[in-house]
């Protein structure tokens, strides 16, 4: 069982940045793919970013240059450093946890944080 929790989110210009946090609890963090997914209100959940055990990094096309996502493994951390923040990035955020296992596939999410772009 993995639990994720999830902080930085806030009320911030256009512009502006902020850094999205989650903390894991339990084992083999290292072993999972995180994501940070986002939905806005009246929208489906979309992955904004993920990374693997190996750090590839894959982006959704309207963040590219803007976000970054990076994992601290010892820390059982996964950031996401958001710059150039736009109105239409305003959502709540989510972490997600994901990896397959010989008992199938174990996916966890966070309580999400809300992160809202205006002036």
């Known amino acids: 069982q993995v639990q994720l929790v999830e902080s930085g989110g806030g009320l911030v210009q256009p512009g502006g940045f902020l850094r999205l946090s989650c903390v894991a609890s339990g084992s083999s963090f290292s072993a999972y793919v995180m994501g940070w997914y986002r939905q806005a209100p009246g929208k489906q959940r979309e992955l904004v970013a993920g990374i693997t055990s190996g750090r590839d990094t894959n982006y959704v096309d309207s963040v590219k240059g803007r976000f970054t996502i990076s994992r601290d493994n010892a820390k059982n951390t996964v950031y996401l450093q958001m710059n150039s923040l736009k109105p239409e990035d305003t959502a709540v955020y989510y972490c997600?946890?994901?990896?397959?296992?010989?008992?199938?596939?174990?996916?966890?999410w966070g309580q999400g944080t809300q992160v809202t772009v205006s002036s």
């Open positions: 997600n946890a994901d990896r397959a296992t010989p008992w199938g596939r174990r996916t966890y």
